[in-house]
């Protein structure tokens, strides 16, 4: 994910979305890793908190995208 210091309740998220998303519409999600499985774009990363979730979630809403599945990754 990152070597950056973690803040306290940070947290890696691993979000997947419907279809294949394009530079201009990953470009939304920065700090984000995008990669392709199968028909969905997965993005992964660390989090600094519930509302920076709630963030990510509401952009995948704006954009009209379809959330697939939001998974909570173990701590490396």
Not at 35 to 52: N, S, Y
Request: hydrophobic share 45%.
């Amino acid at each position: 994910m990152t070597s950056e210091p973690r803040s306290p309740g940070s947290q890696d998220y691993e979000i997947a979305i419907r279809g294949h998303l394009g530079a201009m519409m990953l470009s939304g999600f920065p700090g984000l890793v995008a990669q392709v499985r199968g028909e969905d774009t997965i993005l992964t990363g660390c989090l600094e908190d519930q509302a920076a979730l709630q963030g990510v979630l509401a952009r995948i809403a704006a954009l009209g995208l379809e959330l697939v599945e939001v998974r909570r990754l173990p701590p490396a």
